[in-house]
């Protein structure tokens, strides 16, 4: 299993990004996946979570009414639309797959992308 996150960029406070995570191998529509994003000096913190028929979602207190997961089955990829970003949202972002349905747990992921830097200035 493959996951290839991109879709980052540098943009200003307000603007927003939309991430895109491409799954290979293993059967991707079975799997819930989610979004975890890590700070410089902070610990992966987990983003947002969509169920394998993604009629379950869930998000951070923190990008909550901001941000929005999505995913397309047909095309193996889970998306992550952000809007009104803040300089707070600054991270390298990874798409991961849950290995046991919503967890917003580390350990409850087995594979993880290369991640993809955003950066927001203020």
């Known amino acids: 299993v493959q996951l290839q996150a991109s879709g980052g960029g540098l943009v200003q406070a307000g603007a927003s990004l939309r991430l895109s995570c491409a799954i290979s191998?293993?059967?991707?529509?079975?799997?819930?996946m989610g979004w975890f994003r890590q700070a410089p000096g902070k610990e992966r913190e987990f983003v947002a979570y969509?169920?394998?028929?993604?009629?379950?979602?869930y998000y951070a207190d923190s990008v909550k009414g901001r941000f929005t997961i999505s995913r397309d089955n047909a095309k193996n990829t889970v998306n992550l639309q952000m809007n009104g970003l803040k300089p707070e949202d600054t991270a390298v972002y990874y798409c991961?797959?849950?290995?046991?349905?919503?967890?917003?747990?580390?350990?409850?992921?087995?594979?993880w992308g290369q991640g993809t830097q955003v950066t927001v200035s203020s």
């Open positions: 969509i169920s394998w028929g993604a009629g379950i979602t």
């Open positions: 991961a797959r849950a290995n046991r349905g919503l967890s917003t747990a580390l350990s409850g992921y087995d594979y």
């Open positions: 191998g293993g059967t991707f529509s079975r799997y819930g």
